[in-house]
């Protein structure tokens, strides 16, 4: 089992075949450059009551994660893209679109060869 | 665009300035029940929640802002918006380090339900304003520090330049006086000497015409008149001299009281019997100064024939002789001796006062002063590095008093 605070989870991340992710013990939200959603596992979904299907393909944080459309998150993700550089942050959170205002842990991945950018979300238990 | 293609587009593009919006934006009903909240409240009202929740906002600010439930409740019923400012610790930065926050808090009625609590953040604004209060009060001081530190630079600044107008003055008296004495001096060296031989070709003269006329007859009568005139002429002629001779070539070292005494004596055989001389001495007997014997003399004989005549020839004259550095409000530079000369006469008024050390200036009538003594005085106090200070009450009836101070340096032993 990959732990949340685990040091080189951004690469382990990139080796993960279909349905490691949903393996993980938290939520992990995968997208791309353009921020489209790739990767929505199924703890994540229990979470928030939304379906891998209904995420997937959708821009992350101007339709999927409002909340997380500010300087604290996407922000972040922007600047490691433009100066190419690797970001990994975790930050305390509180997330409020659709659902009641939960205090969170996020973990912030962008390593710049990969293709994919992960959020994990770790809830208080 | 269909009406309902219209609605969703705005509302998802409130919906975007809601969670970008760099404000705090809680939608919350009158029991503090909150509806919505964006991403920039939630992150500074989530740290001051106890539970981890944010489902009452009344809960989550109850320490931070304790009136807040009373505010919404008097505010629900009106249109409009109100302010109230809140300090709280919030958990803002990216490390999540508590720092102290300013919140400006805002309330805007949406419905008669439901209204939009406004966070913002004023902290780097409050702190500027605290900032510029602090460099405010900063500069109050430095100016009013600056404005002492002016005053009292002119009030010296007016003390010193008044001393300085005062000693400029008194610089001016003095050199005035000198001038005139100067002048005067260099008049009378001039003429005496070419008027001491008239008068004794005069006197020759006379003398010889005296022995040639008979014992009481009024023509000898008449030329003894002339010869005594003739001698009367030639004292003021030396009186003149005296006035006009400068320093002794050859000072030598006086006993002041010697010569104090000495003059005292040769008053006393001058004076009427009716006036007293008390004479005092708070100095050793080997006070000395460098000086012409004959100045100590002159000096006390002038000033106590001119009281002898302020006290109509009744009274004590008081001679003493003391360290200056006894004598209040001595000038600052004598530190020698002090003769004192005081009298109990009609004393001296301030007209005349300007005038005393005036050549040839007098009150007596004439053929009784020659105008000279007092100037004389302060020739020789000046030549000999002193000073002389007079002080006088006027009093007609002969009560008053006049004191004479001569100050002059002293030797070492």
Not at chain 1, 63 to 87: I, P
Not at chain 2, 94 to 122: H, Q
Not at chain 2, 167 to 190: F, H, P, Y
Not at chain 2, 328 to 347: F, N, S, Y
Request: glycine residues 6%; negative net charge.
């Amino acid at each position: 089992m990959v732990d949340f605070n685990e040091a080189g989870i951004a690469t382990q991340l990139a080796a993960f075949g279909a349905g490691d992710m949903d393996e993980l013990g938290f939520g992990a939200i995968g997208f791309d450059a353009d921020t489209v959603v790739q990767v929505y596992n199924s703890w994540e979904s229990r979470m928030t009551g939304l379906t891998a299907a209904s995420v997937l393909g959708q821009p992350l944080f101007t339709v999927v994660a409002l909340c997380m459309n500010n300087f604290m998150v996407a922000q972040r993700f922007e600047d490691a893209a433009r100066d190419g550089t690797r970001l990994d942050e975790a930050i305390d959170y509180v997330l409020t679109l659709r659902v009641r205002p939960v205090k969170v842990k996020l973990r912030l991945l962008s390593l710049p060869e990969s293709a994919l950018r992960y959020v994990l979300i770790l809830r208080p238990p | 665009m269909t009406a309902a293609t219209y609605i969703e587009t705005e509302y998802e593009a409130l919906l975007q300035l809601l969670y970008q919006a760099p404000v705090g934006l809680v939608q919350i009903l009158p029991d503090g029940e909150i509806v919505l909240i964006n991403s920039f409240s939630a992150q500074l009202l989530m740290p001051l929640s106890r539970d981890g929740t944010l489902s009452n906002l009344f809960t989550v600010l109850e320490n931070a802002a304790p009136d807040l439930r009373h505010l919404v409740a008097s505010f629900a019923a009106q249109r409009g918006c109100v302010c109230h400012d809140l300090r709280m610790q919030v958990k803002a930065d990216k490390a999540g380090k508590l720092e102290p926050k300013m919140l400006s808090f805002s309330l805007v009625r949406i419905d008669a339900k439901r209204l939009m609590a406004v966070l913002s953040n004023v902290t780097l604004q409050v702190e500027q304003e605290r900032q510029l209060e602090r460099y405010r009060q900063h500069l109050e001081e430095l100016v009013a520090e600056r404005t002492v530190a002016l005053e009292r630079a002119n009030e010296a600044a007016a003390a010193a330049h008044k001393a300085n107008v005062e000693r400029l003055n008194a610089e001016r008296e003095v050199k005035i006086q000198s001038s005139k004495l100067e002048a005067v001096g260099t008049l009378a060296a001039g003429i005496s000497h070419d008027f001491n031989n008239i008068l004794a070709s005069i006197i020759a003269r006379a003398e010889l015409a005296d022995e040639e006329l008979a014992e009481g007859s009024d023509a000898k009568n008449n030329v003894a008149k002339v010869i005594s005139g003739c001698f009367r002429a030639r004292d003021l002629v030396a009186r003149i001299l005296d006035f006009a001779r400068e320093r002794p070539d050859n000072p030598t070292r006086v006993n002041v009281e010697l010569q104090v005494r000495e003059a005292l004596t040769l008053l006393r055989a001058s004076l009427r019997p009716s006036i007293d001389l008390a004479f005092q001495s708070g100095m050793g007997e080997t006070a000395a100064i460098l000086a012409d014997p004959t100045q100590i003399v002159q000096i006390v004989m002038n000033l106590c024939i001119n009281a002898a005549h302020a006290m109509d020839n009744r009274g004590v004259i008081r001679i003493r002789l003391d360290p200056a550095a006894s004598i209040e409000d001595a000038p600052p530079d004598q530190d020698g001796i002090c003769i004192t000369v005081a009298d109990t006469g009609c004393g001296i008024t301030p007209e005349v006062m300007k005038r005393i050390f005036d050549p040839f200036f007098t009150t007596k009538a004439p053929g009784e002063g020659s105008g000279l003594g007092l100037s004389v005085v302060y020739g020789i106090v000046k030549s000999l590095g002193g000073d002389i200070k007079v002080q006088s009450r006027v009093a007609p009836t002969g009560a008053g008093t006049t004191q004479f101070q001569v100050f002059m340096p002293t030797i070492q032993q």
